[in-house]
């Protein structure tokens, strides 16, 4: 409770300082920033569990021929 407390305290300051509404982020707030890092982190997971791993994005894969 203590946790959730200071966090609500952090946010209230936040507000009051700079005189901005609060404004939720989203849940995807850390996947969106650090992608390249949770790219990684999957990947290198995957291969611990002996797959091999091959990363291409949606708009090279789209441009392949079927």
């Known amino acids: 409770m203590v946790a959730v407390g ?8 936040h ?7 609060y404004r939720e982020l989203g849940a995807d707030y850390l996947d969106r920033t650090k992608a ?9 997971r ?5 797959l091999q791993v091959t990363v291409q994005s949606r708009e090279e894969t789209a441009s392949l021929p079927t």
């Open 6 to 13: 200071h966090t609500l305290l952090v946010i209230v300051y």
């Open 15 to 21: 507000v009051l300082k700079t005189t901005q509404p």
């Open 36 to 44: 390249d890092q949770l790219k990684r982190y999957f990947v290198q």
């Open 46 to 50: 995957l291969e611990r569990l002996g």
